[in-house]
C-alpha cells in the first residue's frame, strides 16, 4: 500500500521568502501525484499533478513540483510566497493502476507573515 | 449541481447515538470517496464507491462505519453508537474517472461531527 510523509508540520514564513515542502511516498510501482491547498475556512482544491511526461509541473498561483523518481520525491515549491498563500498543504499519491484511493500525507500547515 | 454537496456542516451529538452524513456528487461523476480529517492527522481515508459498488473498504474503522451510494450519486456515511473518537470532519470527494485514473478529486465542504 502507498503512504506519504511530509516533513514539516508547521512552517513560518516572511512575505517573498522561498518556500520548499518537502513529501516523499512509498510505493514501488508507476504512482500519479498530486498536492492539494486547503486555504483557511474553504474546502481542498488541486494545486498540481503529475501523470507523466516532464517531472517539473507548474500548478496555480505560482506553485510548482518536482517529481524526483530515484527519491521518491515531489516536493512543492514558490520562489516569493505572498500572504494569501496562508493555507495548509496536502501531498497525496496514487498508484497509476488499480482501483486505489488517494492517500494524502498529514499536511504542512503555511503561515505566511507581513 | 455546481460542486459537491455535503450536509449538515455541522453535527452535534451524544455518544450512543447515531448519525447519517449525506454527499451529493458533482452531476456525472462516477467515483466517490469519503475521507476524515481530524486535527493533525490529516486524511484519512474511509471508504471509495466506483459507480453504487465499492471496492475499498479499507479505511472504515470499525463496523460501526457504513456507507451506501444509490443510483450512482447520492451517498450516505453512516456512524452508529458514536464514540468521542469519531469527531472528525468528514470529507466527501468525487471525480469522474476511478482511483488510479488520475482524475482530479473535487471536495465538498464536509461536515463536523462533534461528539459529546
Known amino acids: 500500500a502507498q503512504s506519504v510523509s511530509q516533513h514539516n508540520h508547521h512552517v513560518i514564513l516572511s512575505e517573498a521568502a522561498s518556500l520548499e515542502l518537502g513529501c516523499n511516498y512509498s510505493y514501488g510501482g508507476t504512482v500519479n501525484l498530486f498536492w492539494y491547498v486547503q486555504y483557511p475556512g474553504q474546502h481542498l482544491q488541486l494545486l498540481l499533478k503529475y501523470f507523466s511526461g516532464d517531472p517539473l509541473v507548474k500548478g496555480i498561483k505560482g506553485f510548482e513540483a518536482e517529481f524526483i523518481k530515484s527519491k521518491f520525491s515531489f516536493n512543492l515549491r514558490k520562489p516569493s510566497v505572498q500572504w494569501s498563500d496562508t493555507a495548509e498543504y496536502f501531498c497525496?499519491?496514487?498508484?497509476?493502476?488499480?482501483?486505489?484511493?488517494?492517500?494524502f500525507g498529514k499536511g504542512t500547515r503555511l503561515s505566511v507573515i507581513a | 449541481g455546481a460542486g459537491v454537496s455535503q450536509s449538515p456542516s455541522n453535527k452535534v451529538t451524544e455518544k450512543g447515538k447515531d448519525v447519517e452524513l449525506r454527499c451529493d456528487p458533482i452531476s456525472g461523476h462516477t467515483a466517490l470517496y469519503w475521507y476524515r480529517q481530524s486535527l493533525g492527522q490529516g486524511l484519512e481515508f474511509l471508504i471509495y464507491?466506483?459507480?453504487?459498488?465499492?471496492?475499498?473498504k479499507s479505511g472504515l474503522p470499525s463496523d460501526r462505519f457504513s456507507a451506501e451510494r444509490t443510483g450512482g450519486s447520492v451517498s450516505t456515511l453512516t456512524i452508529q453508537r458514536t464514540q468521542q473518537e469519531d469527531s472528525a470532519v468528514y470529507l466527501c470527494?468525487?471525480?469522474?474517472?476511478?482511483?488510479?485514473?488520475?482524475?482530479?478529486?473535487?471536495f465538498g465542504e464536509g461536515s463536523r461531527l462533534t461528539v459529546l
Open positions: 464507491f466506483q459507480g453504487n459498488s465499492a471496492p475499498d
Open positions: 470527494a468525487s471525480s469522474f474517472m476511478g482511483a488510479g485514473g488520475a482524475g482530479e478529486l473535487f
Open positions: 497525496a499519491v496514487t498508484a497509476r493502476s488499480g482501483n486505489t484511493p488517494l492517500v
